[in-house]
């Protein structure tokens, strides 16, 4: 029994090395005072950290992804909820395809999507790069959009609707009365898991990138085939740590994932 | 559609997409008064009473209300509450939110509001737990906040989905009593749809009794107890031992039991347990089987006319297992049943 | 459950139409071009072009070969893990699962480039076996199958692990201590008992990591480099830098086809799940 006792904390403690190691790792780094990206950082610092606030493009790039993440997600939010309502509370004719067709984005690789918009939407349709990110993102989270937010009308009783109508509301006036601040931790909920989706998504916007029109991901790899330093890990860092600290607020404050 | 009549149907046919529910049906309810649907689940009667609040649409025929044609009139204008088997309370409103939603929608705000919601509140019973939430209710509370808010809307018409079925025992009386205190009180017409004969009884006026989408009988709790007219009826308020009678005659493996002098134009006859005579009569059983139940004992005999169920006494001498017995069905006590199947 | 379908279809259509527009039907048409040949009809020699590229061949298999193993490795790493974490205390239980499912919140981009550090010719690997005289010039870890290997298992890792920590929770409490009271001893436990018990989690996860190492492309793109292709970065190249659009097509298709037949298996299992469940209740 005790060769299991230390058997067990063991093999987490090595699981959670491998899984959050290389992550401590890129922290660490980006406080080095050196010039090149390493580890042990040689020195203390907070330049590299400072620099990231300097470089033109790191800013572009993030206020697109921003754009893409927020914009994207309501999108996907103001056709996903009328969806997921209809296949929940509705005997909806062919509720199965419409539901595969929504979700299908999730299990085609991205890079397919990207290049399949690149070559039929953007240039028969000229249509600009941000537009065809932005259908790409909203596509892409659509997915997670559905299911999060039926699953939280799945557990939300649907005669309290009834009931709001008897009482005078109209059926659109008794889904905002009383069905959306029932499923508002889901909607929250899909909000941010399709901002977390859509801002570290890569493959899809690939192909979609202009002259001055790139994702933050995708600049983060350009910048690093030509600067090796460690403003990139920098980045990474306050990304991470932003990603976290949402979902850990989500989780605090909503229970994030009873919807996940 | 007679004059004192305040709600009715008329040829009112309801169907679940091409699946027929409810067929033809007709049903006059006079103002204030108390009436139970009662039938086994699948009879029609939730869906009635959903068409009476507007919640399923009418493929075909009438609904009228007060002198108006609300046929086609949207659920939220029709003034009828329903207070839903499960409460359907607004989980993220506190009781008292509960209550004042309705009369929000009204436009009603201010003193009147509270004015109103409060002795809503009151009225049930609830006035120290207007900022609780409906989850940290009991379920006889919940559904006194689901009658307080239905009732705030002063409704021309009250309908309740199973309003005892979810409680226990020593609730359901404290329950009962309340409905009929508010129905006393106010005056409201009530319907309200149950699968338990004993709480139809207990509660309604008259009793509508439905099978299949269509009503079997319409009658007082005296009538349909005692006055059963099919033998549907008759076996969901407890004959036990019903007959078929053909031209008066009862057709027995033993042969023709002739009782036509005493009913020549029933269909059958209906006793319960209770009115069946032991110890003396034409007829013989043996003794299958006994229980014993507190202030009375059942028997189950086997006779020519087929197992027959009676009910005793328990002061009266005890019956061993296997005794031949004589026994009567009287037929001046049986319900005369006019149709049978 | 409302009837009105008018209804239900004004509310359901947008959306459906939406990703049927911007998604369903490029993809459709990105696919059928590799059906095409130059005059027009219908053909399957590109695929029978891609497939006779020795080239193409060996990304090909790579790829499959990748993906079985990162996912048969993280099934054995998964049970280990997934099974410490269920048998934790309650309070410690919640806060290891949020240390495994931690990574999932941070971009990809940034937990591969981590791997450049580690596994680089200047990395800590590399210092550490020079430092300990295991090696004398730096190994060529980073841009090989090893070092997309690495990469793959670190980020699909995560989603194993919670699939049979979900499995091994569902699992009846009393089924590994009746075992054992039979005489069963722990490997025999693992393949009789835990292993029958928590297949569907097995497929689940496995499913998820099979899939998500088909359609990762930074890791291949940036631990693999231009040599190591893998389907994805070999789609990538075959637009950025050829021009081939047939090809690509010809390996979206496979990608997709490859992901397709995963999933419905997931599906089956889960339906399959559901049915024994309805059965049981």
Known sequence: ???????????????????????????????????????????????????????????????????????????????????????????????????TVVSAPIIVPGIIVGLALLRYIVVPFQVGITLALFLAHTALVLPYAVRVVSASLENLRSDIEEAAVLLGSSRLGAFFRVVMPNIRGGILSAFILGFVTSFNQVPVSLFLSGPGVRTMPIDMIAYMEIVFDPSVAALSSLLAFMSIGIVFAAERFLGFSRYV | ????????????????????????????????????????????????????????????????????????????????????????????????????????????????????????????????????????????????????????????????????????????????????????????????????????????????????????????????????????????????????LDQGKLQTSAGLVDLSSHAPSAA?????????????????????????????????LDTKLGPIKAEVDASQPAHALGAELAFDLPVERAALLSRFG | MFQNRAEALALALPAAIFAAAVFLVPVVILLSDGFRNPTGGWSVSAYIEFFSNPLNQAVFLRTLKLGALVTVTAAVIGYAAAFAIVNLEPGMKGKVTGLVVLP?????????????????????????????????????????????????????LPLMIISLISALENMPKDAVPAARVLGANWLQVFWKVILPLTKEGLVIGGTLVFTGCLTAYITPAILGGSKVLMLETLLYQQVSVSNNFVAASVIAFILIAMSFAANILLKRVATARNKQRRAAA
């Open chain 2, 268 to 300: 059958g006859l209906a006793w319960r347990p209770r009115m069946v005579t032991l110890g003396s009569g034409p007829y013989r059983g043996t003794v299958r089987g006994t229980s014993f139940a507190g202030d009375s004992r059942e028997y189950l």
């Open chain 1, 1 to 99: 029994m005790t060769a299991q006792r230390l058997f067990i904390p063991f093999i987490l403690f090595l699981v959670i090395a491998f899984l959050i190691g290389p992550f401590l790792i890129i922290v660490a780094a980006s406080f080095s005072a050196g010039e090149t990206l390493a580890f042990p950082p040689q020195g203390f610092s907070l330049r590299w950290i400072a620099k990231v606030f300097t470089v033109e493009s790191f800013r572009a790039s993030f206020g697109m992804s921003m754009f893409l993440a927020i914009g994207g997600t309501a999108a996907a939010l103001i056709l996903g909820i009328p969806a997921s309502y209809a296949l929940s509370r509705y005997k909806l004719p062919g509720a199965e395809i419409v539901r």
């Open chain 3, 104 to 156: 999932l919140m941070i971009s990809p981009v940034a937990r591969t480039y981590a791997w450049i550090v580690i596994l680089g010719r200047t990395g800590i690997v590399n210092e550490a076996f020079q430092a300990l005289g295991l090696t004398q010039a730096p190994l060529r870890i980073l841009f090989s199958e090893t070092a997309i290997f690495i990469g793959l298992l670190q980020l699909f």
């Open chain 2, 1 to 244: 559609m007679s004059d004192a009549s305040y709600l009715s149907l008329s040829k009112l046919t309801l169907a679940y997409g091409d699946t027929p529910a409810v067929p033809d049906l007709d049903l006059d309810i006079r103002k204030g008064e108390l009436i139970a649907l009662l039938g086994p689940s699948g009879c029609g009667k939730t869906t009635t009473m959903r068409a009476i609040a507007g919640l399923m649409p009418v493929k075909s025929g009438r609904v009228s209300l007060d002198g108006a044609d609300i046929t086609r009139v949207p659920a939220n204008k029709r003034a009828v509450g329903l207070v839903f088997q499960s409460y359907a309370l607004f989980p993220h409103l506190t009781v008292y939110e509960n209550v004042a939603f309705g009369l929000k929608l009204k436009g009603m705000r201010g003193n009147e509001l509270d004015a109103k919601v409060q002795s809503g509140l009151k009225s049930v019973g609830l006035s120290t737990f207007a900022n609780r939430r409906p989850a940290e209710l009991s379920g006889g509370q919940q559904q006194r906040v689901a009658l307080a808010r239905s009732m705030v809307m002063e409704p021309k018409v009250l309908l309740l989905d199973e309003p005892l079925s979810n409680l226990d025992a020593r609730l359901r009386l404290e329950m009962r009593t309340e409905l009929q205190r508010v129905q006393k009180e106010t005056g409201v017409t009530m319907i309200f749809v149950t699968h338990d004969q004993a709480e139809a009884l207990a509660l309604a006026d008259r009793i509508v009794v439905m099978k299949a989408g269509k009503i079997e009988q319409i009658g007082s709790p005296e009538d349909i107890y005692s006055r059963p007219t099919s033998s549907f009826v008759a076996d969901f308020v407890g004959f036990e031992n019903i007959f078929q």
